[in-house]
């Protein structure tokens, strides 16, 4: 009778733990978890004028739920990292950026298309006009991904702050 108890118990913790583990095993593998991972990569980043701005290493960490982005520009002594995730909660894409320099930004948005779309929340300029960041990452065919910012005033362009595609590392 005992090894009967033990034999029971033994599979039920092995059932827990198999249970456990697949509940586990891939908590950011959804289809909205992996919308940005066309971006994950080593990258040469150029200008649209073909000069190079700098290099980006974007890695999966925290089992695939966060993408992490290294960038190192041309500009001698500027770095930055970004964290990219989908928050289920909220169902849209956040993206918080710091560099070396102190400055930050938030954004938030979707996929759309071929189309990584986040924006900022409503800033004052320092003229007092009210901006928005936008920066949409764009997916083509050739394997590059064009990274474009835009500031918007009045959800209308009001000027380009960058504009560069991702060519990746040989």
């Known amino acids: 009778m005992k090894n009967f108890k033990f ?3 033994f599979v039920l913790f092995w059932c827990i733990s198999v249970v456990k583990a697949q509940q ?3 908590a950011c593998c959804s289809e ?3 919308a940005f991972d ?3 990569g080593e990258w040469i980043v150029t200008n649209t004028d073909g000069s190079e701005a700098g290099l980006s290493v974007i890695s999966e960490i925290e089992n695939g739920c966060v993408i ?3 960038w190192t520009s041309i500009q001698v002594g500027y770095t930055g990292t970004s964290y990219n995730f989908y928050n289920s909660k909220l169902k849209r894409w956040e993206q918080l950026w710091v560099d070396n320099q102190g400055q930050y930004l938030k954004l938030y948005g979707q996929k759309v298309g071929n189309q ?3 924006e900022s929340d409503e800033f004052e300029a320092q003229n007092g006009e009210i901006l928005v960041n936008r920066i949409t990452w764009t997916s083509n065919e050739d394997g590059t991904v064009r990274q474009h910012w835009e500031v918007l005033k009045e959800g209308e362009v009001n000027k380009t702050l960058f504009d560069g595609s ?3 590392k040989k």
Do not use: Q, S
Request: with cysteine.
């Open 116 to 118: 990584m779309i986040l």
């Open 166 to 168: 991702y060519t990746r």
């Open 38 to 40: 066309f971006w994950v």
């Open 68 to 70: 992490k982005e290294n």
């Open 24 to 26: 586990n095993a891939c």
């Open 7 to 9: 034999g029971l118990v």
């Open 32 to 34: 909205n978890h992996n």
